[in-house]
């Protein structure tokens, strides 16, 4: 069993910061494909940032819309997974949850992510 448990949420400013950590439990994620997902009110769950592939060979992808602007990583002990936010837009706003699976295909597809956080909130103002 995997738990998932999302921090670091809060409200900021357009252009601004944040900076979201997903502290893992049940095991390492050395080699677990990881995921941030947000969802908006009204909205369907979407993916934002990954983390995938093997001990030695992980990689990241990004939606379009948070290209260069976001960055994922793991911390060196494998066990929180940390999503860097900047220059944040008023469309970033939403729910933002850290999935987690053993093996997922489409990345960016809610339903392949087995473990799910509970949320937590960001919201940016103008």
């Known amino acids: 069993q995997v738990n998932l448990r999302e921090t670091g949420g809060g409200e900021v400013q357009a252009g601004g910061t944040l900076r979201l950590s997903c502290v893992v439990s049940?095991?390492?994620?050395?080699?677990?494909?990881m995921g941030w997902f947000r969802q908006a009110p009204g909205k369907e769950r979407e993916g934002v940032a990954f983390?995938?592939?093997?001990?030695?060979?992980?990689?990241?992808r990004y939606q379009d819309s948070v290209e260069g602007r976001f960055s994922i990583s793991e911390d060196s002990a494998k066990i929180t997974l940390i999503l860097e936010m900047n220059s944040l837009k008023l469309e970033d706003s939403g729910t933002y949850y850290c999935?987690?699976?053993?093996?997922?295909?489409?990345?960016?597809?809610?339903?392949?992510?087995?473990?799910w956080g509970q949320g937590t909130q960001v919201t940016v103002t103008s």
């Open positions: 983390r995938f592939g093997g001990v030695g060979f992980r990689r990241s």
């Open positions: 999935a987690a699976d053993t093996s997922v295909i489409r990345l960016f597809i809610p339903s392949e992510w087995r473990y």
């Open positions: 049940g095991r390492t994620i050395r080699d677990v494909n």
